[in-house]
């Protein structure tokens, strides 16, 4: 493989380490994607049928479940596939398609982490105006913005594998198409690439983590200025689910992507992307459901009334 036109397939490492393992692997991914999209998908449609749940905060989360429920399809499906037929290849276009698509939720996501902060600032900082700054239409534009931000991210990264030229393996040391472990397998010099990646994941991370560390600053500066402790302890609570949302995602993603060499560790990577593909979406609605009154109460009634149907 001398050049980019000879490269029409890249062969995913993933589990093939471990022989034995296969079958065990794919069982617990089969029952953890079967119930990571049952669980997404019904908070989304929670908020969808419940006009009690037409308020800002629910539709972030129901934006929430949707856009992981997106990147979960675009990874676990093929690397389900892959360990049935027992061959881990994958195109070279449906790797850049792969990477393009996760990418860009995954910075989505970044972003509707840090407007949900946003909310909650308002919500609690600013209660007299939240009516007034959390209408419709503004909701419309942070959500646009979010998933615009989040589309923008990979270009200039798919644009550069795409321009690689690639030599010798067309091993992906890794379980999906991700930069750094194709970068690897690129001929030349490629510290620029990496340096664009670096500094790419840097300003998604970095600028998101700082808007919701300001409002988490104001938050926390608000609530201990309250007079009632059952004040306290009820905003407190709304704000726990969303931090350990944050806490459990932006560590993961910034220890694999905020390295100026993101993959010269990939057995650390393999593991820690684990947390983010896969511990984050599965934990995710069952975090927001179980601490969350309204969303008990409504996910009750859609059952009551399909048992009712029957």
Same mark, same amino acid.
């Given at each position: 493989?001398?050049? =980019?036109?000879?490269?029409?397939?890249?062969?995913?490492?993933?589990?093939?380490?471990?022989?034995?393992?296969?079958?065990?692997?794919?069982?617990?991914?089969?029952?953890?994607?079967?119930?990571?999209? &049952?669980? +997404?998908?019904?908070?989304?449609?929670?908020?969808?049928?419940?006009?009690?749940? @037409?308020?800002?905060?629910?539709?972030?989360?129901?934006?929430?479940?949707?856009?992981?429920?997106?990147?979960?399809?675009?990874?676990?499906?093929?690397?389900? /596939?892959?360990?049935?037929?027992?061959?881990?290849?994958?195109?070279? +276009?449906?790797?850049?398609?792969?990477? /393009?698509? /996760?990418?860009?939720?995954? %910075?989505?996501?970044?972003? &509707?982490?840090?407007?949900?902060?946003?909310?909650?600032? !308002?919500?609690?900082?600013?209660?007299?105006?939240?009516?007034?700054?959390?209408?419709?239409?503004?909701?419309?534009?942070?959500?646009? $913005?979010? @998933?615009?931000?989040?589309? $923008?991210?990979?270009?200039?990264?798919?644009?550069?594998?795409?321009?690689? +030229?690639?030599?010798?393996?067309? =091993?992906?040391?890794?379980?999906?198409?991700?930069?750094?472990?194709?970068?690897?397998?690129?001929?030349?010099?490629?510290?620029?690439?990496?340096?664009?990646?670096?500094?790419?994941?840097? /300003?998604?991370?970095?600028?998101? &983590?700082?808007?919701?560390?300001?409002?988490?600053?104001?938050?926390?500066?608000? !609530?201990?200025?309250?007079?009632?402790?059952?004040?306290?302890?009820?905003?407190?609570?709304?704000?726990?689910?969303?931090?350990?949302?944050? $806490?459990?995602?932006?560590?993961?993603?910034?220890?694999?992507?905020?390295?100026? %060499?993101?993959?010269?560790?990939?057995?650390?990577?393999?593991?820690?992307?684990?947390?983010?593909?896969? !511990?984050?979406?599965?934990?995710?609605?069952?975090?927001?459901?179980?601490?969350?009154?309204?969303?008990? &109460?409504?996910?009750?009634?859609?059952?009551? =009334?399909?048992? $009712?149907?029957?």
């Amino acid at each position: 493989m001398s050049n =980019k036109s000879s490269i029409s397939t890249f062969l995913l490492v993933g589990f093939s380490g471990c022989p034995r393992c296969q079958m065990p692997i794919f069982f617990v991914l089969l029952l953890i994607y079967i119930f990571m999209v &049952l669980e +997404n998908m019904t908070i989304v449609l929670l908020v969808i049928q419940d006009s009690k749940l @037409w308020k800002p905060m629910y539709i972030f989360i129901g934006n929430l479940s949707f856009l992981e429920t997106g990147y979960i399809n675009v990874i676990l499906p093929n690397m389900l /596939f892959n360990i049935i037929r027992k061959n881990q290849e994958i195109s070279f +276009n449906g790797c850049l398609a792969q990477l /393009f698509i /996760f990418a860009s939720l995954c %910075a989505a996501e970044c972003y &509707l982490l840090a407007t949900m902060a946003y909310e909650r600032y !308002i919500a609690i900082c600013k209660p007299l105006q939240y009516t007034v700054l959390m209408q419709e239409r503004s909701i419309c534009c942070l959500l646009i $913005c979010s @998933w615009s931000a989040g589309l $923008c991210t990979p270009v200039f990264p798919i644009y550069f594998l795409n321009e690689q +030229n690639y030599c010798g393996t067309n =091993k992906v040391d890794h379980y999906f198409c991700d930069v750094s472990p194709l970068l690897k397998l690129a001929c030349g010099d490629i510290r620029t690439e990496e340096l664009v990646d670096f500094i790419l994941a840097a /300003f998604v991370l970095l600028s998101s &983590l700082s808007v919701i560390s300001v409002s988490y600053f104001y938050i926390t500066w608000t !609530i201990l200025k309250m007079s009632s402790s059952s004040g306290r302890q009820k905003a407190f609570s709304t704000c726990t689910s969303h931090l350990t949302v944050v $806490c459990v995602f932006y560590g993961s993603l910034c220890s694999t992507y905020m390295r100026v %060499a993101p993959g010269s560790n990939s057995a650390l990577d393999r593991i820690v992307s684990v947390l983010y593909l896969v !511990i984050t979406p599965l934990f995710n609605p069952i975090i927001y459901t179980l601490r969350n009154q309204d969303v008990r &109460l409504s996910l009750q009634n859609l059952l009551a =009334k399909y048992c $009712c149907l029957q």
